[in-house]
């Protein structure tokens, strides 16, 4: 949160070094794997982190950068539980964001979101003729996790991801949101 207000001007250097200080703190925690990333839940680090270390890196020194880049290059398999509901795609969208920031290659991150969406996202975001994502960790199912899995995907399809899956990711998160939309009372609000 700090470097995005910092890469917007809003920040000053009491902001600046506690930002440091947070990404060093996580990145460390990052390297050391899912076991030592708060409640082992990397699946939610790997996006807010390929998001600071673009704002804050060209502010630091070349050896803060090189740290944060070599603790960041920790393989996605390490860092990860490897769930295959809604976190499934918090990863992908993870992973995406660190290829387009330099720290996985184009492959690294294509490979784990094309064998993530063939080998479990696709079924739960198609299983059903309104492509709603079935989360299945939930009776009943909870539409919070179609919203935030479906926003994971968009992002892929937003943010120019081009994998073999692309055009069918991208059909099928419209058509979820267009769904979606009948189920949008007029003031915004959703069916709990």
Do not use: C
Request: neutral net charge.
């Amino acid at each position: 949160a700090a470097s995005v207000l910092i890469a917007n001007g809003r920040g000053d250097k009491t902001l600046l070094r506690a930002a440091d200080s947070a990404m060093d703190w996580a990145s460390r925690n990052y390297a050391g794997g899912v076991s030592q990333i708060p409640d082992q839940h990397g699946e939610f680090y790997i996006y807010p982190l390929a998001l600071a270390y673009q704002n804050l890196a060209p502010l630091m020194t070349p050896s803060i950068r090189s740290a944060w880049l070599t603790r960041l290059r920790t393989p996605l398999a390490d860092v990860i539980q490897g769930l295959e509901w809604n976190w499934r795609t918090y990863a992908m969208k993870g992973a995406w964001a660190m290829y387009g920031v330099g720290i996985l290659t184009r492959t690294q991150a294509v490979d784990f979101i094309e064998s993530s969406w063939t080998g479990t996202q696709k079924a739960r975001a198609t299983a059903n003729s309104f492509s709603m994502y079935e989360d299945g960790t939930s009776t009943p199912d909870t539409i919070a996790y179609d919203y935030a899995a479906r926003g994971n995907l968009m992002y892929l399809v937003t943010a120019g991801y081009d994998g073999a899956s692309a055009g069918e990711i991208k059909q099928t998160v419209v058509q979820g949101a267009k769904a979606g939309l009948y189920l949008v009372d007029p003031t915004g609000q959703a069916p709990h």
